[in-house]
């Protein structure tokens, strides 16, 4: 495997980072996962644009240009000669002192790694938990920044694991369900497709984008509203979205069982459409 570091790629032995780096240090960076199916980066302007909104967010000046990066993305799949792969892209903060200030830092330390990978969860309907760890609000720090801190999430993880199912959901400060430790949820009721708004402490998931769009396009209705628990546990269909994950089915959550453990219509319709367009709706690598 060979992985690109700042400018160059490297063997996957030889891909260090200082111990100095503010993104190991002190969680300072943005990063991105992305997906390739069968030699198309699946929605990569999309995600190098959220990449580069995240580093604005935490003044973090990206030096290479957009273009520059989806280039760094498609020649990692090349020189791998990895047609379908996971993606991920991380931009730290760079090397600095043992102090947070990040006027230390005076270069970004970048890498791209790609790798074969599954869906993170498989293609079975999973169980899940709602979890006491609650998602963090906008005015603490913004889950809409895609940042290498990811501890909210995994002590939500860590909860999972102890309970012995495959997800946990969290809710925010008011109770309301968000999202689940790396993937965006959906709930089908009486034929309506809802998800949390924007708004919420939610990451706006490009998975969770294009599954909007898709609906739209097939004529189902999709709402963007809070979802509480009686939501949840009383939703027709209930799924998750994510670059990792795609699209899984969710049969249980807290003991209570969805559509008797069977993967509803609308949810089987919008994977058969997401099947179809992946490797339709990106960029695709020159293996020339």
């Not at 980072?17 to 990569?44: C, K, P, Q």
């Not at 995240?54 to 290479?64: H, V």
């Not at 993937?183 to 490009?206: A, C, E, H, M, W």
């Not at 294009?210 to 609906?215: G, Q, R, T």
């Amino acid at each position: 495997m060979k992985i690109y570091l700042n400018g160059k790629f490297v063997d996957e032995k030889d891909a260090k980072i200082s111990v100095f780096d503010h993104g190991l240090l002190y969680g300072d960076g943005v990063f991105e996962g992305i997906r390739a199916y069968d030699g198309v980066v699946f929605m990569l302007k999309e995600h190098i644009d959220r990449l580069y909104d995240s580093a604005k967010s935490i003044c973090l000046d990206i030096p290479l240009t957009k273009e520059e990066m989806i280039s760094v993305v498609l020649e990692t799949l090349r020189v791998n000669k990895l047609r379908d792969a996971y993606i991920r892209l991380v931009v730290t903060r760079g090397v600095g002192d043992l102090g947070l200030d990040p006027r230390k830092c005076k270069e970004p330390t970048i890498f791209c790694i790609a790798i074969p990978m599954p869906p993170l969860l498989g293609e079975d309907g999973i169980r899940a938990i709602t979890v006491s760890v609650r998602r963090l609000p906008v005015d603490v720090l913004n889950p809409a920044v895609k940042s290498l801190n990811y501890l909210n999430s995994v002590l939500a993880k860590i909860q999972a694991n102890y309970a012995g199912v495959d997800e946990a959901f969290l809710l925010d400060d008011k109770g309301f369900v968000v999202e689940g430790t790396g993937d965006n949820i959906f709930i089908v009721k009486n034929g309506v497709l809802k998800t949390p708004p924007v708004y919420s402490s939610i990451l706006k998931g490009i998975t969770r984008d294009v599954v909007i769009k898709l609906a739209n396009e097939e004529g189902i209705e999709v709402v963007e509203e809070p979802l509480t628990l009686h939501d949840i546990y009383t939703a027709d269909e209930l799924f998750i979205t994510g670059t990792a994950a795609e699209i899984v089915p969710v049969f249980e959550v807290d003991g209570r069982v969805i559509n008797n453990r069977k993967v509803g219509e609308i949810t089987k319709k919008l994977r058969e459409k997401f099947k179809e367009i992946r490797t339709k709706w990106g960029i695709k690598v020159n293996f020339k």
